[in-house]
């Protein structure tokens, strides 16, 4: 995610409109005509709509509670996500136009913070996310299981998971991870754009080589849990290290194709080959700079540029600043819904159909490829990717069916490796030294 800041939204009325999303399974598509509401076009809903009624999105990384809590005002939860927020890429609206029937909700912190104070500002955009779910009943439950997001998609509303990115949440304590696993926590991402002392980052320079031996430990940690390991954010050193220790599926929950976009938050070819024996699934992300050539080559000559003027590129707030004004001299490149479905297209053929997913990184980016402005395109996507020949099977297991079997499959690892062992009194300093 980058930063923005934003004024707040307006007050609005309750949510009114009721979701229209069906049950979704994990096996092959039904053949039921669709019960949905009208959409608010008027028109009649396309193709992708209507599928999305049967297997909804479930997105693998939104920013909503960073952008709320950004938004200057006191309480971020006394935003009223039920009308429409004019300073977000999400509401509650715009979810159920875009069928999306689970959210990955980052609980993203900068990874500037260090120690108590990522875990204290980590436990606040938890209880933020949670008071979201708590107001809003009739649209949101908070989902703890692959059943849980199963019913609570099959009764129209969307099932709100809970993401950590970045290893600097848990402050190099398994007993913090245990415990962000007991308030909802149900993945992890090893780092954010800066090293720890035990993973190497895709965005910072190489220091552990991977994952030292205590990053192994939080893997197998996490995965005794029953908490997904999010491989997005962190080097490809990190990744095979991560998968070579994997006893349970991993996940991508914001990450492209390398081979399509040479940006380093994306995905080796040889990684994607390596998600169909590990039942892993690449959720594909739609940041312009990790999709676009052109935006990436508009990026990294900003980057460089800071550099030359002694600044830090991968201070995000500052990169924003900088962004502001070099952006009137350097026209800003934009990239395109057929960008991410090359993305998509790639990411099936490497990893396999059973290893893709999606995850917008709404609210966590300042721009998005045309068409898929907010959290109401994902219909768009579906389209572009039925026009392109994609099976009715095929973009369910993109929607849906990939990421709720890897969570299943997550959960019967995690009962087989508590049966084996207890919880992991690990420390850094003993491991790392
Ligand atoms: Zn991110």
Same mark, same amino acid.
Request: proline share 0%; glycine share 14%; aromatic share 4%.
């Given at each position: 995610m980058t930063t923005e800041t934003h004024a707040a939204g307006p007050p609005a009325a309750d949510i009114t409109a009721p979701p229209t999303t069906g049950a979704p399974t994990t096996g092959a598509p039904t053949t039921g005509a669709s019960t949905t509401a009208a959409p608010t076009t008027g028109a009649r809903p396309s193709a992708g709509r209507e599928l999305l009624e049967r297997f909804p999105v479930i997105d693998g990384h939104n920013d909503l509670a960073w952008a709320l809590r950004e938004a200057g005002v006191a309480d971020p939860a006394s935003i009223d996500i039920a009308a429409p927020v004019d300073?977000? &890429?999400?509401d509650l609206p715009r979810l159920l136009r875009g069928g999306v029937g689970a959210q990955f909700w980052s609980v993203y912190v900068p990874a500037q913070l260090q120690g108590e104070s990522a875990v204290v500002t980590t436990l606040e955009q938890i209880d933020l996310v949670r008071q979201l779910a708590a107001r809003y009943p009739g649209a949101l439950e908070l989902a703890l299981t692959a059943a849980d997001v199963k019913r609570i998609m099959a009764d129209g509303r969307i099932a709100s998971l809970l993401g950590a990115e970045?290893?600097?949440?848990?402050?190099?304590?398994l007993g913090a991870l245990r415990a962000l696993y007991l308030l909802g926590v149900r993945y992890m991402t090893l780092t954010h754009n800066l090293n720890l002392p035990w993973a190497d980052s895709a965005t910072d320079e190489p220091a552990a080589g991977g994952l030292t031996a205590f990053g192994r430990e939080v893997v197998r940690e996490m995965q005794r849990l029953g908490m997904l390991v999010d491989l997005? &954010?962190?080097a490809p050193t990190t990744m095979s290290d991560a998968l070579d220790t994997a006893e349970a599926p991993v996940i991508f929950s914001h990450s492209s194709a390398l081979a399509i976009c040479d940006h380093p938050r994306n995905v080796p070819d040889a990684i994607l080959a390596r998600l169909a024996a590990n039942g892993g699934v690449c959720m594909i992300t739609f940041v312009p700079t990790f999709v676009s050539q052109r935006c990436r080559d508009w990026d990294l000559s900003l980057a460089a540029e800071m550099e030359r003027q002694g600044l830090d590129h991968r201070d995000l707030s500052s990169r924003q600043k900088f962004k502001g004004e070099w952006v009137a001299t350097h026209p800003r490149p934009g990239a395109t819904l057929a960008d991410v479905v090359a993305h998509a297209e790639h990411v099936r053929e490497v990893?396999?159909?059973?290893h893709i997913g999606v995850g917008g990184d709404y609210d966590g980016v300042d721009a998005l490829p045309a068409g898929l402005e907010?959290?109401?395109t994902y219909p768009a996507l579906i389209d572009a990717l039925l026009d392109r020949g994609w099976s009715e099977a095929d973009c369910s297991k993109l929607t849906c069916g990939n990421l709720l079997r890897a969570l299943h499959d997550a959960e019967s690892a995690a009962a087989t490796l508590q049966a084996a062992r207890p919880p992991s009194a690990a420390r850094l300093a003993d491991l790392d030294s």
């Open positions: 300073f977000t &890429h999400t970045g290893g600097h949440s848990i402050a190099n304590s997005s &954010h962190v990893a396999g159909i059973d907010d959290v109401s």
